[in-house]
T-cell receptor, first 114, second 113 residues
Framework: KNQVEQSPQSLIILEGKNCTLQ??????????LRWYKQDTGRGPVSLTI?????NTKSNGRYTATLDADTKQSSLHITASQLSDSASYIC?????????????FGRGTQLTVWP | EADIYQTPRYLVIGTGKKITLECSQT?????MYWYQQDPGMELHLIHY???????EKGDLSSESTVSRIRTEHFPLTLESARPSHTSQYLC????????????FGPGTRLTVL
């Protein structure tokens, strides 16, 4: 079973609307959580990072939240644009190894329609 | 935009061919990684390196091999490609102690016929 689960698997919204993507994880011991944006045919690009003590982080129209007690995170996108169409991947890092092992979710495929 | 490059971006080859996927980064990062990603699935780590002359296998078993002779270069080689190797291959790098932020290259889409 994947230690990082994302929902929904896919989402279609109209341009200008808001949306929220969910991430639940079981990774322990927890180090940090990142949200990545991956455009089709490209590599993932980091949007936000949160450690155990941070419960919200913003990057422009992207706002991520973290509840380390319930092991849940969300990514809220405000006033969506066509360029937001991409896969959004939740990535959790543990602190139990020198490598800094990363656990990847399968992503939420977001499509923004005009 | 991260300074990490992969070539080729797309490759279509026949079964049994030997191929090398190139990955280079200009950030001076010690750690480098290779991931395999199939559509709609999570990234799987297949190889990583802590630095020059250091290579390790990742979580997903892979018939590929890697080398790290120079800090900036981390090529991946398949001695005899098969259709089961068809996938997207992503290279990444990170600095030591950088809270594990990995910077990804654009990927190579490999199709083996």
């Amino acid at each position: 079973k994947n230690q990082v689960e994302q929902s929904p698997q896919s989402l279609i919204i109209l341009e200008g609307k808001n949306c929220t993507l969910q991430c639940n994880y079981t990774v322990s011991p927890f180090s940090n959580l990142r949200w990545y944006k991956q455009d089709t045919g490209r590599g993932p690009v980091s949007l936000t990072i949160m450690t155990f003590s941070e419960n919200t982080k913003s990057n422009g129209r992207y706002t991520a939240t973290l509840d380390a007690d319930t092991k849940q995170s969300s990514l809220h996108i405000t006033a969506s644009q066509l360029s937001d169409s991409a896969s959004y991947i939740c990535v959790v890092s543990d602190r139990g190894s020198t490598l800094g092992r990363l656990y990847f979710g399968r992503g939420t495929q977001l499509t923004v329609w005009p | 935009e991260a300074d990490i490059y992969q070539t080729p971006r797309y490759l279509v080859i026949g079964t049994g061919k030997k191929i090398t996927l190139e990955c280079s980064q200009t950030m001076g990062h010690d750690k480098m990684y290779w991931y395999q990603q199939d559509p709609g699935m999570e990234l799987h780590l297949i190889h990583y390196s802590y630095g020059v002359n250091s290579t390790e296998k990742g979580d997903l078993s892979s018939e590929s091999t890697v080398s790290r002779i120079r800090t900036e270069h981390f090529p991946l080689t398949l001695e005899s490609a098969r259709p089961s190797h068809t996938s997207q291959y992503l290279c990444a790098s990170s600095a030591r102690g950088a809270r594990n932020e990995q910077f990804f290259g654009p990927g190579t889409r490999l199709t083996v016929l």
